[in-house]
């Protein structure tokens, strides 16, 4: 079974997605099933029928995210240190073509968000700078074409 690396919050967040669905979501659609039931004939029931695959759609996501969290290996990002770029760390780089700057922060793949800089582990930009150091130079190919960047800082928030 393999891992899967997140921080804290996001292990709390998908925590809470769970719940969400469990306690609210779950009562909400058996209640949808049961007041389409009382409408009659299920064979030609359009609100039954989409209330059932809500419910197949909603035990599938809880499904997955409880699997996730069962392989959940949580890293505490504030304890970690150092000038190499791993999980967590926060990276300065600096667009070699442009010397335009740019940061961003690896995380697991369900806490990425690009427009909140932060990247997925799997991500190539992600893949390309793990075990570099500052001063380093990356290059990263892109749906775009190949880029080249430098790390001008690693940290650890």
Avoid: C, W
């Amino acid at each position: 079974m393999e891992k899967v690396p997140m921080t804290g919050g996001a292990y709390e967040t998908i925590l809470a997605e769970v719940k969400n669905l469990k306690s609210v979501q779950r009562p909400a659609i058996v209640k949808a099933i049961a007041e389409a039931r009382e409408h009659g004939d299920l064979s030609e029931n359009a609100e039954y029928h989409a209330a059932k695959e809500q419910q197949g759609l909603n035990e599938a996501r809880i499904a997955e995210l409880e699997d996730t969290l069962s392989r959940a290996d949580i890293i505490d990002v504030s304890k970690l240190s150092g000038d190499t770029v791993r999980f967590g760390a926060t990276v300065e780089l600096a667009d070699e073509d442009t010397d335009a700057e740019i940061t961003y922060q690896i995380v697991g793949e369900f806490e990425a968000d690009v427009k909140q800089g932060k990247i997925s582990i799997t991500s190539p930009i992600a893949r390309a700078l793990i075990s570099k150091t500052v001063g380093d130079s990356v290059e990263v190919n892109t749906p775009g074409g190949g880029k080249s960047y430098e790390i001008l800082k690693v940290s650890f928030i």
